[in-house]
């Protein structure tokens, strides 16, 4: 292909505002696949991973190619959520332009700002595309206008404010270059595509020798690591020669070439200067080194990853239930995992503590909570302790992260997220109403004040708030929150939980488990209607006398217990309680099982 023609195009955007369906669109209006393909039935195509259909969002950053007239567009599918904003920032190094796509109801939000201030600062083409124009109240005039005051904050040079506008509705694959009066009819994705080649330059040819900066990294079982990156400068072929510049005595051979067709590697002989690709035989390259040829040993400069937020201890699960469960239960095996994550996640760090257990810091209680669900199903099991944020000590001063957030809640909600916010020593900075049935307010607040927020303003809230945060700044530490959460009801005697002993136990509080439950002394097995702590005895059955056979049992209502997730249950916890995580369970339970033990621990810490 004509080396001009190669465009390549970050899609970044607010999490849930349409992005990976708009590059569906793409990839089937471009004839990417034939009509009789699977991929032409499917949604979130881009997004592979299992958790990633399940919750509907992305949380690694991908690549795909789709061909339009005589330009080949290599595409990079982004995340939106602020805590894969690592998997974000790794990969525009790649791109020369952007699609920032945003909701015209919601407009732009904090990711969004996040995101533009990235592109802006590698000085990427703008491509503004206005979504999701057929929602009933979209606002696409004042979204774009929203977007022009962001430009004008973030820009800093005057060409950056020059950026084309597209509307679109990413469920149809429809996209406008004007605001349609009527946005019936069927999907031509056209406009966009036409944008793309006009706006964005294509990629012109650097000479010099080969050099180029890893991106990302990929694993194959047959060829091992893949080094995934665009080409800086020079070319590249199969069989070449090339070296690490940190480690410019070793040389190694490029075994394999690919670039990206469609969703599918395409093998190449050889690859010009701003293509996007993929090389084998380098095994020991992380992300972010710089491939050249064995002449030149200068180094690229390499992507620069915000520091993480929040902190978790792990290590291998110690309940009298440990290794039931899970295949991986060693802390051995828990930290090779670790380490192997390390090579891909750059917004994670591992620390090895001198109990054994590990440190494992990340970007935000999703970034957290994702990495153990994918340990959990890969048959791991562990114990993980509160999410905790990283203070940091400068000049003398002991500082925390605060985060701006944005919430929009239904009218009727409004003291509900004030109350909250007032709880958290939140700082209003600003409100308004979003809609003529909706208000919009923006807050900002100490990181550890909003663990567990989201969840209990979407309990709260019946599920229709729209809740987003991301890091804003640093300030001293501020005063201590005082204990928000209720009591746990925690299990006097392990056993098997009866009806009889669960129905004196909900009359204290809400319960976690159901009949039949295992349990073991120490376990959490609900929270009491109280502050404090109770232990309880669910295993307890009704004693039965002559009059009474066992079957007649008496009527016992229990209500259904509250199972939470993975995430509910990390906002669940306080200091002197922990999370046990095995491929089938999640169990809350007290750091100290038996009750003696915890009475000793509360007066040592009094």
């Known amino acids: ?69 005589d330009t080949k567009i290599n595409i990079i599918d982004t ?16 791109a020369n332009g952007a699609l920032l796509i945003v909701d015209a109801q919601e407009g732009p939000m904090p990711q969004t700002r996040v995101v533009l201030k990235k592109a802006l600062e590698l000085k990427l083409k703008i491509i503004v595309v206005i979504n999701k124009i057929d929602k009933k109240f979209a606002r696409p005039a004042d979204t774009l206008s929203k977007i022009e005051s962001l430009f004008l904050e973030l820009a800093e040079d005057e060409d950056a404010l020059n950026f084309a506008t597209v509307y679109s509705i990413s469920k149809n694959g429809s996209a406008y270059a004007t605001l349609p009066e009527s946005t019936e009819g069927t999907g031509d994705i056209t406009p966009l595509l ?56 070793k040389v190694y051979t490029i075994e394999k070439l690919f670039v990206y067709e469609g969703l599918d590697k395409k093998e190449v002989d050889s690859a010009e200067s701003g293509e996007i690709i993929l090389a ?18 200068e180094t690229l400069p390499s992507v620069d990853i915000s520091d993480p937020t929040l902190h978790i201890t792990m290590g291998p699960n110690t309940s009298p239930f440990s290794g039931r469960e899970g ?66 000590t400068v000049d003398g001063v002991k500082v925390e992260p605060i985060e701006e957030v944005s919430i929009v809640v239904p009218n009727e909600y409004v003291g509900v997220v004030s109350e909250e916010m007032g709880k958290r020593y939140a700082e209003l900075i600003k409100m308004g109403p979003s809609s003529d049935t909706e208000m919009e307010f923006l807050y900002t607040a100490p990181t550890r004040t909003l663990i567990g927020l989201r969840g209990i303003l979407t309990t ?23 204990k928000l959460r209720r009591g746990a009801l925690i299990a006097s005697q392990p056993g098997e939980a009866l009806s009889y002993g669960l ?27 109280k ?74 810490a009094e």
Do not use: W
């Open 1 to 69: 292909m004509d080396q001009k023609k190669i465009i390549n195009i970050a899609v970044i955007a607010h999490v849930d505002h349409g992005k990976t369906t708009l590059v569906d669109a793409l990839l089937k209006q471009t004839h990417t696949f034939r009509d009789n393909q699977n991929e032409m039935q499917e949604t979130q195509i881009m997004d592979s991973n299992d958790l990633e259909k399940e919750r509907g969002i992305t949380i690694l950053a991908k690549n795909c190619s789709i061909a339009y007239h």
């Open 79 to 94: 995340p939106g959520h602020a805590d894969f904003s690592g998997e974000v920032e790794r990969t525009l190094g790649m």
């Open 194 to 249: 036409e944008a793309i080649v006009n706006t964005i330059p294509p990629q012109k040819p650097r000479e010099g020798l080969f050099k180029m900066v890893v991106s990302s990294i990929e694993f194959d079982t047959h060829i091992g690591r893949i080094s995934v990156g665009r080409v800086h400068q020079g070319s590249i072929q199969k069989g070449m020669k090339v070296m690490v510049t940190n480690n410019p005595s």
């Open 280 to 297: 084998s035989g380098i095994n020991d390259i992380t992300i972010g080194q710089t491939i050249s040829d064995p002449k030149d040993s």
């Open 327 to 392: 295949e991986f239960t060693t802390g051995r095996q828990i930290g090779e995992r670790l380490e192997k994550e390390l090579e891909k996640n750059l917004s994670l760090r591992v620390d090895k503590l001198d109990s054994g257990k590990f440190a494992v810091a990340g970007r935000g209680e999703l970034h957290l909570s994702i990495l153990l669900e994918t340990m959990r199903r890969e048959g791991y099991e562990m114990e993980v302790s509160k999410p905790e944020v990283i203070i940091k």
């Open 460 to 482: 709260a809230t019946k599920g229709t708030v729209i809740y987003s945060s991301v890091y804003s700044d640093s300030k001293p530490l501020g005063k201590p929150l005082p």
């Open 503 to 529: 129905d004196n136990a909900q009359s204290r509080g809400v319960l976690f488990i159901n009949a039949g439950t295992r349990v073991y002394e120490g376990m959490i097995v609900g929270m009491n209607s």
């Open 531 to 604: 502050s404090e702590d109770i232990s309880v005895n669910v295993c307890k059955g009704k004693k039965l006398t002559n009059m009474r056979s066992k079957s007649s049992d008496g009527v016992i209502q229990l209500t259904p217990a509250t199972i939470f997730t993975l995430e509910q249950s990390l906002d669940f916890l306080e200091n002197d309680e922990l999370l046990e995580i095995t491929p089938e369970s999640l169990r809350l339970r007290k750091k100290h099982l038996n009750e003696l033990d915890r009475k000793r621990a509360s007066r040592k």
